[in-house]
């Protein structure tokens, strides 16, 4: 059973610029949510979304969005990118009556 | 909102030795999930271990066990005869139960960083 796919696994973006993220989430898993992971602020919840609907929203700027589809595969997008927006950025997906979260792998991110 | 707390940034523990990673968390509700997970340098988050609230039995499983004590709202992770393919980020987690739509949020601590000495 392939775990969740991340991509890409780095990008290095100029600021200004916007970025796609992609996350694939585990075969039948429904729920997809997103991470920030920086050495400052440690991990902090952006957004989930579950069945192409988003679910809940952490506090982060309206630059970050994001959503999903009919497959499950989710996108967020960061517009205006800033220095401080540099991280780790996190996937996770669970079933829909689960308990555990599967991580990916990350995409780094670094804004220049 | 809940909050956790992970008060050591680093520990270190000799091989086939046993270390105590601390976590206590804030909150008002009765009912939630506790995690830890491990987070090597492939930066891929596994999770080690999970504690429902409800149950006061801690959760086991293998070399790793949990000390949960609900009213202190706190949650230790014990790793016993520690090999040196531990040596990771550790993250305490925090689910409600009581998310807006049934939401799977987790909130995470801070993260001890683990090194485990051959």
């Known amino acids: 059973k392939a775990g969740v796919t991340q991509t890409p696994r780095y990008l290095i973006k100029t600021r200004g610029q916007q970025v796609t993220l992609s996350c694939s989430p585990i075969?039948?898993?429904?729920?997809v949510s997103w991470y920030q992971q920086t050495p400052g602020q440690g991990l902090q919840f952006l957004f989930e979304y579950f069945s192409e609907t988003q679910r809940n929203k952490g506090n982060f700027p309206g630059r970050f969005s994001g959503r999903q589809f009919s497959n499950s595969r989710s996108e967020m997008n960061v517009s205006t990118l800033e220095l401080g927006d540099s991280a780790l950025y996190l996937c996770?997906?669970?079933?829909?009556?689960?308990?555990?979260?599967?991580f990916g792998q990350g995409t780094r991110l670094t804004v220049v | 909102a809940q909050t956790v707390t992970q008060s050591q940034p680093e520990m270190s523990v000799q091989e086939a030795e046993t270390v105590t990673l601390s976590c206590t968390y804030d909150t008002s509700e009765s009912d939630y999930y506790l995690f830890w997970y491990k987070q090597p340098p492939s930066r891929q988050m596994i999770l080690v271990i999970r504690q429902e609230a409800y149950k006061q039995q801690n959760a086991t499983e293998n070399r790793f066990s949990v000390n949960f004590q609900k009213a202190a709202k706190s949650f230790s992770l014990k790793i016993s005869d520690s090999q040196l393919g531990d040596a990771a980020m550790y993250f305490c987690a925090y689910r409600s139960l009581y998310e807006q739509g049934g939401s799977e949020k987790l909130v995470f601590g801070k993260g001890t960083k683990l090194t485990v000495n051959p």
């Open positions: 075969s039948g898993h429904r729920s």
């Open positions: 996770a997906s669970s079933f829909s009556s689960g308990v555990e979260a599967f």
